[in-house]
């Protein structure tokens, strides 16, 4: 089955600099990549996704590339703020039915 | 906006209890899904239902069982609880169509003692 990978498991930046978080998966028929964001006490939320027609989609701060070559899919935040400290989660979709595998989660903490 | 509630927060059952998480969702999405979230291992799904009546087991379905009778309602069971079933318990959901996102309710923290 499909194995997602996300490295490292904790970054830390400073306010203002750009967080990039990356993840490998292992499926090649794998076509559809979410990212999900969680505040301590929530549930994941999506935050940005792409489908593996598309190199590159971008919301505002954040942006996520695919290279389906080297099979991996990064999330990148530009101008980071405090509130982006969560723990993040990439997901790919393998088959039918809508089911995702998710990487282990990140925790990306943001120092003011 | 899509709302996906699960019925507990917090829940303290004792081992050898039959217990019952309830989730519900408002967008008459077709696909739910049950997930257990552990420190250091993600989300690990435990079943996942794409219709009434329909079930398919998920990576870790030992231990549990579930019920959908209704489209809009997914109740994950725990046949006679046990102390390594304590974690946080993630109910999702998700339209037919293919690529579409799965939304989650903000989880039940389940403790066995």
């Known amino acids: 089955g499909e194995n997602v990978e996300q490295h490292p498991s904790t970054l830390s930046v400073q306010e203002g600099d750009s967080a990039v978080i990356k993840c490998t998966y292992s499926d090649s028929a794998s076509n559809y990549f979410p990212w999900y964001k969680q505040e301590l006490g929530k549930g994941p939320q999506l935050i940005i996704d792409?489908?593996?027609?598309?190199g590159e989609k971008k919301d505002q701060r954040i942006a996520v590339t695919l290279n389906k070559t080297a099979k991996h899919f990064s999330l990148h935040i530009t101008e980071t703020q405090p509130e982006d400290s969560a723990v993040y989660f990439c997901a790919a979709r393998t088959g039918a039915n809508s089911k995702l595998t998710f990487g282990k989660g990140i925790t990306l903490s943001v120092r003011p | 906006d899509v709302k996906v509630t699960q019925s507990s927060r917090y829940l303290v059952k004792r081992t050898g209890e039959k217990v019952f998480l309830e989730c519900v969702q408002d967008m008459d999405h077709e696909n739910m899904f049950w997930y257990r979230q552990d420190p250091g291992l993600g989300l690990r799904l435990i079943y996942f239902?794409?219709?009434?009546?329909?079930?398919e087991k998920g990576d870790i379905p030992e231990g549990y069982s579930v019920s959908r009778e209704k489209k809009e309602r997914f109740s994950l069971i725990l046949e006679s609880a046990s102390t390594n079933q304590t974690s946080m318990y993630l109910c999702a959901s998700s339209a037919d169509r293919g690529g579409q996102p799965q939304h989650f309710g903000d989880g039940t923290r389940l403790s066995i003692l």
């Open positions: 239902s794409y219709d009434v009546k329909m079930k």
């Open positions: 792409i489908r593996s027609n598309v």
